[in-house]
C-alpha cells in the first residue's frame, strides 16, 4: 500500500503544478485515478472491505477514464511525450490488472 500512497501524493502534487500553469491536466487525473482503484482492489483482495458491486463499479469507472484520455489524446502529444500519453495509463492499468488477476498466497 505504500507505493499506491506514493502514486497519490505524486498525482496530487502533479494535478496541482499542472492547475497552476496552463498544462494539461490529465497526466496527474490518471495517477490519482490508477492509484485509488489499485488501493481499492488490494483492500477488496485482502478482505479489508467488502466486495460490492458500488466499488467494483467505482474502479471500473475509474478504469474506464484513464482509458478515455488515452483514446481522446492528441496523436501528437504521443510522438512528443509518450511517456505522459502512454506509459502513465499503461503503468495503472497493468498494475490494476495484475492485482486483480493474481491468486492469493494464502
Known amino acids: 500500500m505504500v507505493g499506491s500512497m506514493l502514486a497519490l501524493v505524486f498525482g496530487f502534487l502533479l494535478l496541482a503544478s499542472e492547475m497552476t500553469s496552463s498544462q494539461d491536466t490529465t ?6 485515478l490508477g ?8 483492500k477488496r483482495k485482502l478482505a ?3 466486495e460490492t458491486v458500488i466499488r467494483k463499479s467505482l474502479e471500473w469507472i475509474a478504469l474506464i477514464a484513464i482509458i478515455f484520455t488515452v483514446v481522446t489524446t492528441n496523436g501528437a502529444r504521443f510522438v512528443n511525450d509518450p511517456f505522459v500519453a502512454l506509459i502513465i495509463p499503461a503503468w495503472a492499468l497493468i498494475a490494476y490488472v495484475v492485482l486483480v488477476f493474481k491468486k492469493s498466497t494464502s
Do not use: E, M
Not at 497526466?27 to 490519482?32: A, E, F, K, S
Not at 492509484?35 to 488490494?42: G, H, T
Open 48 to 50: 479489508l472491505v467488502k
Open 27 to 32: 497526466t496527474g487525473w490518471v495517477i490519482i
Open 35 to 42: 492509484a485509488l482503484a489499485y488501493r481499492s482492489a488490494k
